[in-house]
């Protein structure tokens, strides 16, 4: 079954550093989405992407965040600096026709941790 | 603003019971509703997704059920087992120009042998 796969599992990283957090989406699927979930809160949206460009994004999803889809496989969320409060659990997700009728596909997540 | 509230937070059952998950949305004006599982530590697994002409969706032991004007949904789980101990969250895609889902805080469901 086709699934969405995200790398790395987990990262580790200092409080400053760029992160780059990678997704491969369900081949024929057009919309691309990033959410995150902090630790015992709700799993929230960051970004949408579709046609190569940020179709809607959340007031976390700042400056210091951006997304890619540089070739056409590869979807990826970058954190430039990344701060404590960006400690979560990252989901990438795909849909692969109509955002509001689709059913959205999410892989397994990318743990990031700020120290 | 749309809000999604999960009653209860966590539940626990003897294997074999018949259970219901709850969820309930603040707005009625809705696309669809997504329930999902997330294991400890995992990704977010779809179990059924309700447009909002829908009523319900069934697949395999699972039944959810939508009532839109009342802004409730149900996950109905049959004959419940020990695998299916997880956290279960239901989301909407809220009616207008946002195509962001909004979750609930989930429901944590251990089901014991």
């Known amino acids: 079954e086709p699934e969405v796969t995200q790398t790395p599992s987990h990262q580790v990283t200092q409080m400053g550093q760029e992160v780059i957090l990678r997704c491969v989406p369900i081949?024929?699927?057009?919309?691309f989405y990033w959410y995150r979930q902090i630790l015992g809160q709700k799993v929230e949206f960051l970004v949408s992407?579709?046609?190569?460009?940020?179709?809607?994004k959340s007031e976390i999803f700042d400056d210091q965040f951006s997304v890619e889809r540089p070739d056409g496989s590869n979807f990826t969320l970058k954190i430039r600096s990344t701060k404590l409060e960006d400690s979560a659990m990252y989901f990438c997700?795909?849909?692969?026709?109509?955002?509001?009728?689709?059913?959205?596909?999410f892989g397994e997540g990318s743990r990031l941790t700020v120290l | 603003k749309q809000e999604v509230t999960q009653i209860p937070a966590a539940l626990s059952v003897p294997e074999g019971e018949n259970l219901v998950l709850n969820c309930s949305f603040t707005?009625?004006?809705?696309?669809?509703l997504q329930w999902f599982r997330q294991d400890p530590g995992k990704g977010l697994t779809s179990l059924l997704l309700?447009?909002?002409?829908?009523r319900e969706q069934t697949s395999g032991r699972l039944n959810a059920s939508l009532d839109k004007s009342s802004g409730r949904s149900t996950l109905y789980i049959a004959a419940s087992q020990p695998g299916d101990s997880a956290t279960y969250l239901c989301?909407?895609?809220?009616?207008?120009?946002?195509?962001?889902?909004?979750f609930g805080k989930g429901t944590k469901l251990t089901v014991n042998p």
């Open positions: 997700a795909s849909i692969s026709s109509s955002r509001r009728e689709g059913e959205l596909f």
């Open positions: 081949s024929n699927h057009l919309y």
């Open positions: 992407f579709y046609n190569n460009e940020i179709s809607e």
């Open positions: 707005d009625s004006a809705i696309y669809n």
């Open positions: 309700i447009q909002s002409s829908q």
């Open positions: 989301a909407v895609i809220p009616q207008g120009g946002s195509e962001k889902l909004v």
